[in-house]
């Protein structure tokens, strides 16, 4: 017999672990750019010198990819990923730990997550699939060919994440697993919660919002406003950053719904005109803020 099988969840974890880490290498280690300007630097030097941060990135996003896949196939059995001959495994007569069995290269593992009908890969996508293989390899082998800039690694995510994983659930999978974590909510829960905000707006200045959305599922190239939730809890200490990557739904004039990506939640809101003069905002959150500008609205009365 096969003891200690993996379950599908054990991949998942897994897989989420590297993508988490696969962005934060690249998110710690990017400097803004007036930061190292003003030292005579440009972002282009800067990671052209730090290139094994990005090989690590990219090695980082292959091993993602590779236990989705187990995951997948997992769900409908773990032995589905062991090679070779059943009647070789050699446990008809003892046992044996699944871990000192083999598991399929990455190429087999895609023929069989298409095969066994769990997922549909575009030749697109295939291509880049491969192309991320090669760079691993050359990466493994310490002859990467060329120069990797964030922005390939940052395309390559958006290709997995919509093409292979599929748009949003990467997103409620990296919140799940950062919100599970033992340590969170030591400061803050509600602020925490909210600072998943800055992965969206780091994926924005390298993609932009039309990729970014849909990557999130949600249209964020219609007007985006700030989240009466996320945005009050991440600033209400001390001022952090904004969260306004929320968006009427339906998009009409008279809309009174909004939906927030970062905490995934609908607000009612007003369609009242801000009462700040430079504000052409008229979309005010139930606890009396402006969501164009932030400005309270009730404070006189
Ligand atoms: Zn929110
Ligand atoms: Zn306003």
Same mark, same amino acid.
């Given at each position: 017999m096969i003891t200690n099988k993996p379950n599908q969840v054990d991949f998942e974890r897994q897989s989420i672990q590297y993508l988490i880490q696969a962005l934060d290498l690249i998110i710690t280690n990017d400097p803004s750019s007036d930061d190292i300007e003003e030292h005579g630097v440009n972002k282009e030097d800067y990671w052209k010198y730090h290139q094994g941060i990005l090989n690590n990135s990219l090695t980082l996003m292959f091993l993602s990819v590779e236990n989705y896949l187990k995951k997948e196939i997992c769900a409908i059995s773990p032995l589905l990923l062991l090679t070779g001959e059943p009647k070789k495994w050699g446990v008809s007569k003892s046992n044996k730990k699944y871990s000192e069995l083999f598991i399929h290269s990455f190429d087999d593992l895609l023929v069989l997550y298409q095969e066994l009908g769990l997922g549909q890969i575009t030749e697109q996508t295939a291509s880049k699939l491969e192309e991320l293989r090669i760079k691993r390899n050359q990466i493994t082998h310490g002859v990467l060919e060329g120069i990797i800039t964030p922005k390939y690694v940052l395309e390559t995510f958006y290709t997995l994440m919509v093409?292979?994983? $599929?748009?949003?659930i990467w997103w409620d999978q990296l919140k799940s697993h950062v919100f599970n974590e033992?340590?969170? $909510?030591?400061?803050d829960t509600d602020h925490e919660r909210a600072s998943v905000t800055f992965y969206i707006t780091f994926l924005i200045s390298y993609l932009g919002k039309s990729k970014t959305g849909e990557m999130l599922g949600?249209?964020?190239?219609q007007r985006n406003y700030y989240c009466p939730s996320c945005n009050y809890w991440l600033n209400h200490?001390?001022?952090?950053?904004?969260?306004?990557f929320a968006v009427l739904?339906?998009?009409?004039?008279?809309?009174?719904s909004l939906y927030c990506i970062v905490c995934d939640t609908v607000y009612d809101v007003e369609r009242v005109k801000c009462k700040e003069p430079d504000c052409k905002g008229n979309v005010i959150g139930g606890d009396g803020y402006c969501l164009t500008c932030f400005s309270e609205q009730y404070e006189d009365s």
């Open positions: 093409h292979v994983w $599929g748009s949003r033992p340590l969170f $909510g030591i400061y949600v249209n964020l190239k200490e001390v001022d952090v950053g904004d969260s306004n739904t339906p998009n009409t004039p008279t809309s009174t």
